[in-house]
T-cell receptor
Framework: KAGVTQTPRYLIKTRGQQVTLSCSPISGHRSVSWYQQTPGQGLQFLFEYFSETQRNKGNFPGRFSGRQFSNSRSEMNVSTLELGDSALYLC?????????????FGSGTRLTVV | AQSVTQPDIHITVSEGASLELRCNYSYGATPYLFWYVQSPGQGLQLLLKYFSGDTLVQGIKGFEAEFKRSQSSFNLRKPSVHWSDAAEYFCAVDEDSGGGADGLTFGKGTHLIIQP
């Protein structure tokens, strides 16, 4: 059974550019969440999608957005990149939200903004 | 707002010794509780979870955790650590009961170092 797949694994972008990250959840999982991990702030919740609808969003500016497709795959987009957006972006999937099953995480996308 | 505290930023343990990593949470009800482990450059792997029932839960890799409601704690234990246990450990809380919440709330993590 394939795990959560995130692409690309590594990305280098220039300040001001935009970036799109992709996440394919475990087959059958319909909930996808995104997290940002930095040394200073730790792991912070970005947003969660379920059945193509955003359920909730963390405390991040509007430059951070996402979507989910009918096959549950999800993308997140960051526009007008800033140096502080450099981080490991983690995607997690679960069967459905709010059932205490826990989330399975992907290996992450390491974004470096220069 | 809910919060998770992992008081120990670093812990050094000799190989073969026992381990306990501390986790305290702040939340009005009993949330779902998790421990995750992260190796360098990797994602998070779920070690174990608690959401109801027996307060002592068993996980993978020989880990266990005990939920203590009176202390709002969910400490992770292992009777004998192996060099391969060296990693970052995160305690997390999910207060979502289906009505929507702000995802998982993580502690800052505990970096585990294993001495030979």
């Amino acid at each position: 059974k394939a795990g959560v797949t995130q692409t690309p694994r590594y990305l280098i972008k220039t300040r001001g550019q935009q970036v799109t990250l992709s996440c394919s959840p475990i087959s059958g999982h319909r909930s996808v969440s995104w997290y940002q991990q930095t040394p200073g702030q730790g792991l912070q919740f970005l947003f969660e999608y379920f059945s193509e609808t955003q359920r909730n969003k963390g405390n991040f500016p509007g430059r951070f957005s996402g979507r989910q497709f009918s096959n549950s795959r999800s993308e997140m987009n960051v526009s007008t990149l800033e140096l502080g957006d450099s981080a490991l972006y983690l995607c997690a999937s679960s069967l459905a939200p709010g059932q205490g099953q826990g989330y399975t995480f992907g290996s992450g996308t390491r974004l470096t903004v220069v | 707002a809910q919060s998770v505290t992992q008081p120990d930023i670093h812990i050094t343990v000799s190989e073969g010794a026992s381990l306990e990593l501390r986790c305290n949470y702040s939340y009005g009800a009993t949330p779902y509780l998790f421990w995750y482990v992260q190796s360098p450059g990797q994602g998070l792997q779920l070690l174990l979870k608690y959401f109801s029932g027996d307060t002592l839960v068993q996980g993978i890799k020989g880990f266990e955790a005990e939920f203590k409601r009176s202390q709002s704690s969910f400490n992770l234990r292992k009777p004998s650590v192996h060099w391969s246990d060296a990693a970052e450990y995160f305690c997390a809380v999910d207060e979502d009961s289906g009505g929507g919440a702000d995802g998982l709330t993580f502690g800052k993590g505990t970096h585990l170092i294993i001495q030979p």
